[in-house]
């Protein structure tokens, strides 16, 4: 009796071994490796940053700076390549594919950008071309805005605006508790470096508690 449920669990097993092998073999077939790069159609150079989707599916992929992809697609599927650059193009993968892996070297052209039109119209007179000239604002290159925004007296500025942050009230929160246990019992220091009783100072002082009030002048008259 043993034997015989030993041998039936074993042809079970089998079964559904031989079963799921089958499945998997019947989805995996239809799915490939899609692989490549992307590169331009003149110059054969590599285009960094392209989109290549799947229509119809949620899924993609972007090229990296070499211009190289990678996407899980199907057989007859269509794939998608766009940027910004260049014109939209599409590639259908063959679907008598023997192979589970596919490669290409996909180029894309170029596309035009056209431009807001310009008026050239003359200058009246020599007068209003000097006018022109000296009050014109030329346009600042990234160059210029980063040096400008680097300026050593720019940045002093905007730090003295900046309030701290949080592990600057962290740490000053930490030394003055432990100034006030290092002096507790004792007699109180002054505090001309406490940072939190600056605060409280200028806080008392725009809310006008320092300011001399008549009534009280007048009760002590």
């Given at each position: 009796?043993?034997?015989?449920?030993?041998?039936?669990?074993?042809?079970?097993?089998?079964?559904?071994?031989?079963?799921?092998?089958?499945?998997?073999?019947?989805?995996?077939?239809?799915?490939?490796?899609?692989?490549?790069?992307?590169?331009?159609?003149?110059?054969?150079?590599?285009?960094?940053?392209?989109?290549?989707?799947?229509?119809?599916?949620?899924?993609?992929?972007?090229?990296?700076?070499?211009?190289?992809?990678?996407?899980?697609?199907?057989?007859?599927?269509?794939?998608?390549?766009?940027?910004?650059?260049?014109?939209?193009?599409?590639?259908?993968?063959p679907d008598t594919l023997p192979e589970f892996k596919?490669?290409?070297?996909?180029?894309?052209?170029?596309?035009?950008?056209?431009?807001?039109?310009?008026?050239?119209?003359?200058?009246?007179?020599?007068?209003?071309?000097?006018?022109?000239?000296?009050?014109?604002?030329?346009?600042?290159?990234?160059?210029?805005?980063?040096?400008?925004?680097?300026?050593?007296?720019?940045?002093?500025?905007?730090?003295?605006?900046?309030?701290?942050?949080?592990?600057?009230?962290?740490?000053?929160?930490?030394?003055?508790?432990?100034?006030?246990?290092?002096?507790?019992?004792?007699?109180?220091?002054?505090?001309?470096?406490?940072?939190?009783?600056?605060?409280?100072?200028?806080?008392?002082?725009?809310?006008?508690?320092?300011?001399?009030?008549?009534?009280?002048?007048?009760?002590?008259?």
């Amino acid at each position: 009796m043993k034997i015989k449920t030993i041998l039936s669990l074993l042809l079970l097993s089998f079964s559904q071994i031989s079963y799921s092998q089958k499945d998997t073999s019947k989805i995996n077939k239809h799915y490939i490796q899609f692989t490549g790069i992307v590169v331009t159609s003149d110059s054969i150079q590599p285009i960094p940053f392209a989109s290549i989707s799947v229509r119809n599916k949620p899924y993609g992929d972007y090229s990296d700076f070499n211009g190289k992809f990678s996407v899980i697609a199907e057989k007859g599927d269509t794939i998608v390549f766009s940027h910004v650059q260049f014109k939209k193009s599409f590639f259908i993968v063959p679907d008598t594919l023997p192979e589970f892996k596919y490669h290409i070297i996909h180029a894309m052209t170029a596309d035009t950008i056209y431009l807001d039109g310009t008026i050239v119209t003359p200058v009246p007179n020599r007068a209003t071309f000097d006018q022109y000239f000296l009050t014109v604002e030329l346009p600042q290159d990234k160059l210029d805005i980063a040096r400008k925004n680097l300026e050593r007296e720019e940045l002093k500025e905007q730090a003295m605006k900046m309030g701290m942050d949080e592990k600057e009230n962290y740490a000053a929160f930490m030394r003055q508790q432990n100034t006030y246990q290092y002096q507790r019992g004792m007699a109180p220091t002054i505090t001309l470096m406490d940072p939190f009783a600056w605060a409280r100072f200028f806080e008392a002082w725009k809310r006008g508690d320092f300011k001399k009030n008549p009534m009280k002048a007048n009760d002590k008259k």
